[in-house]
């Protein structure tokens, strides 16, 4: 039997004793734990992978529905290759009239374009 076959096994016969002993350790390490949790999720949120949850987690927040079957990896790699506003042709960067907005329709919420912040503002 390898390794990861016992350890499975063990974690069965002893689930109850391993989710106990887990229990009392988060209990006597509450706040070293909540420390700890709070810098991970600086650095998290500073991360490739921590802004792009973040936005997908703010597109679905306002209703935004994909034209890709509910593919969101596909439109952000649009929204992250897409370098000029799809309506005025502007360079879009991180100025609060030039950045980039997720352009969607509000009654159905399906994705149109990638927009600069001016044109988006315009649309509605």
């Known amino acids: 039997m390898d390794k990861k076959e016992y350890n499975k096994q063990y974690y069965q016969k002893n689930k109850e004793k ?30 490739d992978n921590g802004l792009k949850s973040n936005r997908i987690c703010n597109w679905r927040q306002y209703g935004v529905l994909d034209n890709f079957n509910d593919n969101y990896e596909t439109l952000y790699k649009i929204y992250l290759s897409t370098k000029f506003c799809d309506i005025c042709n502007c360079e879009l960067n991180t100025n609060t009239k030039t950045r980039k907005c997720l352009d969607h329709c509000h009654k159905s919420g399906y994705f149109r374009n990638i927009v600069c912040h001016c044109c988006n503002s315009k649309i509605r």
Not at 18 to 44: A, G, V
């Open 18 to 47: 391993i989710l106990q002993q887990k229990k009392e350790y988060d209990k006597k390490n509450k706040e070293k734990r909540k420390e700890y949790m709070k810098e991970y999720n600086k650095e998290y949120k500073k991360s």
